[in-house]
C-alpha cells in the first residue's frame, strides 16, 4: 500500500524557515517525480515544486524560487522541501505527491498519489 507521510510543518515568523520532510513507503520510490503542493483557506490547490528522480531536474513556481528548494534522498525514499524567506502568503497546507511517470509537471493530475498535507503558518 503505498503511503506518503508529510511532517515538519509548523508554525513561523517572516523571515523564518522551515524544513518539510515526505517519507514514501509501498512503491517505486526512486523512479517517480516527487512534487510539492500547497492549498490555502479559500484557494484551489497550488504546484510548488517537483524534482525528477534523479533529483538532477527541479522546477519551481515563480512565487517561491529563490526561496525554497527541493530534494531528495533515495536510498532514504524522502523528499525534502526547505522554505526559506517565509512569507505570510506562503501560509497553506502543504501536500507532498507522487508520480507514476518519470518526468514532473506542474498539473496535479499528473500525480497520482498524495500525502495528508502539513500545514505551514507564517505570522507577520
Known amino acids: 500500500q503505498v503511503q506518503l507521510v508529510e511532517s515538519g510543518g509548523g508554525l513561523v515568523q517572516a523571515g523564518g524557515s522551515l524544513r518539510l520532510s515526505c517519507a514514501d513507503s509501498g512503491r517505486t520510490f526512486s523512479a517517480s517525480t516527487m512534487g510539492w503542493f500547497r492549498q490555502a483557506p479559500g484557494k484551489e490547490r497550488e504546484f510548488v515544486a517537483y524534482?525528477?528522480?534523479?533529483?538532477?531536474?527541479?522546477y519551481y513556481a515563480e512565487s517561491v524560487k529563490g526561496r525554497f528548494t527541493i530534494s531528495r534522498d533515495n536510498a532514504k525514499n524522502t523528499v525534502y522541501l526547505e522554505m526559506n524567506s517565509l512569507k505570510p502568503e506562503d501560509t497553506a497546507v502543504y501536500y507532498c505527491?507522487?508520480?507514476?511517470?518519470?518526468?514532473?509537471?506542474?498539473?496535479?493530475?499528473?500525480?497520482?498519489?498524495w500525502g495528508q498535507g502539513t500545514q505551514v503558518t507564517v505570522s507577520s
Open positions: 524534482i525528477n528522480w534523479t533529483g538532477g531536474g527541479t
Open positions: 505527491a507522487a508520480a507514476s511517470a518519470s518526468y514532473g509537471s506542474t498539473r496535479a493530475g499528473h500525480y497520482r498519489y
